[in-house]
């Protein structure tokens, strides 16, 4: 019996216009007219047709990509821990797509990636990249250099500022930082003073965490007042500096941690310090180690950036990049979520 699937063919046919035509509107390449792409999609959505990806993956051959992320010591690789999950979870789905993912772990600087992207730039193998950012532009001249080989580039979780990266998926970090300060607010005193772990203080992401707590409790608690302590520098650990805080300011109600390598260390000094639930405590993310302190109550609530689906979703965007279709937003945030004692074993 012959097929009744439809061809490219049979859309050019009735859509009056050239195989090629009809090529570009589908993987959303130039050269057509809107109106004439428009055309054509609705045909093919009449038509029930479908891409058939997988052979079209095996005439183009492989796609390498380079997985520059951080590997850390355990006691501080929480987050990327969740992150390389994500990498897991994508490179099985990228099996159909042709796309192999070249894993090249780097440190905790962006001075230890430089070496990576060096030979990166040597290579004539690797068609995209997928990467962390540990300031605003230090990465910025390699990007550049890559955008000139025809390498694009895709940012997780910490962004390039004014770079030429093709686009980022991240958490929006301002509005992580409103949610996490409306959900401290809402269980602490009117009055009093909350401690805020700003994190690092050279990326954008954390900076714009930290101005969306302010603002919220600005224009909503102005009575309560905010302390702030980063972790850029200094020779003191940050356990030890929330301590000293802690037993410094016996009015401190509330704390929020905003970056997950960091919440161990405030549960620790709570601990320290008995404050463990005379503090109300908000965290970062979901991991193993954070169970225990949920459980007994020395944390309240974790905010859930989705560090799994970030990376996966990054690698799905460089492959809708390097195989024609119209990438739509340059940014993709993740939706965050509110975690507690009885809902984390839904997210961990």
């Not at 490219?8 to 959303?28: E, M, N, Q, R, W």
């Not at 962006?110 to 230090?138: K, M, P």
């Not at 941690?257 to 549960?267: D, G, K, L, T, Y």
Request: proline residues 4%.
């Amino acid at each position: 019996m012959k097929s009744t699937k439809p061809t490219i063919k049979d859309i050019a046919k009735l859509a009056g216009v050239s195989i090629p035509t009809v090529h570009k509107s589908i993987y959303g390449k130039p050269g057509v007219s809107e109106q004439t792409r428009a055309r054509i999609l609705e045909i093919t959505n009449e038509l029930n047709y479908s891409v058939n990806v997988a052979a079209s993956c095996l005439k183009r051959g492989m796609w390498n990509v380079a997985i520059v992320l951080p590997l850390l010591p355990h006691n501080i690789n929480q987050f990327f821990r969740k992150i390389w999950d994500g990498i897991d979870e994508a490179e099985k789905m990228m099996l159909d797509y042709n796309v192999t993912l070249i894993r090249m772990p780097c440190g905790h600087t962006s001075a230890e990636q430089f070496d990576i992207f060096e030979n990166i730039l040597q290579r004539d193998d690797i068609h995209g990249v997928i990467t962390y950012c540990w300031d605003d532009t230090s990465l910025n001249p390699y990007f550049e250099q890559l955008k000139e080989k025809g390498i694009p580039v895709v940012t997780v979780d910490s962004d390039a500022v004014d770079s030429c990266r093709i686009g980022c998926v991240t958490a929006c970090g301002e509005r992580t930082g409103r949610l996490a300060a409306e959900l401290l607010c809402k269980m602490v005193p009117p009055t009093g003073r909350i401690l805020l772990l700003g994190g690092n203080r050279l990326m954008s992401l954390l900076r714009a965490n930290s101005f969306g707590f302010f603002s919220y409790v600005d224009g909503n608690y102005p009575s309560l007042a905010i302390f702030e302590i980063n972790n850029t520098g200094g020779s003191s650990s940050l356990e030890d500096v929330v301590v000293q805080e802690l037993e410094n300011h016996p009015d401190i109600t509330g704390i929020y941690c905003n970056s997950a390598s960091n919440v161990i260390s405030m549960c620790k000094a709570l601990k320290r310090t008995g404050r463990d639930h005379s503090v109300v405590a908000i965290g970062s993310d979901i991991f193993e180690e954070l169970v225990p302190y949920l459980e007994d109550g020395t944390v309240d609530a974790t905010i859930w950036q989705a560090p799994e689906l970030q990376s996966k979703n990054a690698v799905w965007m460089l492959y809708e990049y390097l195989s024609g279709q119209a990438v739509a937003e340059e940014i993709r945030y993740v939706k965050l979520g509110i975690i507690m004692n009885n809902n984390y074993c839904d997210y961990l």
